[in-house]
């Protein structure tokens, strides 16, 4: 995919291109901190457990919502 490709507003969803990069941060950031939870040096703090599935419920509703993030990260 081109980079002109990934800067096009999304049409389906009528997000401006700040709107759509947000969408896109948000849910790298997610995943990164998903894989931080599962990474050898798990977080094991306090409510780890919990921050662990509310990531993964956003990571989900957002890519249920805004299936081109999973074309994004391929």
């Known amino acids: 995919m081109s ?6 507003p999304c049409r389906c969803h009528r997000l401006s291109i700040d709107q759509l990069d ?8 997610l995943c990164s901190i998903k894989e931080h939870f599962e990474g ?7 409510g780890a457990g919990e921050l662990a599935a509310w990531c993964q419920g956003s ?15 391929k």
Request: glycine content about 2%; cysteine-free.
């Open 3 to 8: 980079k002109d490709t990934l800067k096009e």
């Open 22 to 29: 947000a969408i896109t941060h948000a849910h790298l950031d």
């Open 59 to 73: 990571i989900e509703v957002l890519e249920k919502e805004f299936s081109f993030l999973l074309e994004r990260i």
């Open 40 to 46: 050898e040096d798990q977080f094991v703090g306090v």
